[in-house]
């Protein structure tokens, strides 16, 4: 009788409460580079800056200082006039701003 009743209760218990199994360790890897990955790290160049901006749907792009941290450029899009302000670091735009004359 009672080894029917633990059978029982061992069975029910197995239902209820699942066994967790292990699972298989993963390796990761972090990847952190200084500059772009245009160059492999080093900084990018005004030409490249142009790119980035034309692949981001600006047109006329005009260079106005490609010296330093900040590449800036005055560009349109959507009828609008810009002034650019583009990280030689990473490539990334910093500063957007809209302006009315060239």
Not at 38 to 55: D, F, H, K, P, V
């Amino acid at each position: 009788m009672r080894r029917l009743f633990f059978a029982c209760l061992g069975l029910a218990l197995s239902l209820v409460v699942p066994v967790a199994s292990p699972t298989p360790a993963q390796a990761v890897t972090v990847n952190i580079t200084i500059g772009s990955s245009l160059n492999s790290g080093r900084a990018i160049t005004c030409r490249q800056g142009e790119r980035i901006l034309r692949s981001r749907g600006f047109r006329d792009i005009r260079r106005v200082d490609c010296r330093g941290r900040f590449l800036i450029y005055h560009g349109r899009r959507g009828g609008n006039r810009y002034e650019i302000a583009v990280s030689a670091h990473n490539g990334r735009v910093v500063d957007l701003r809209r302006i009315r004359r060239w």
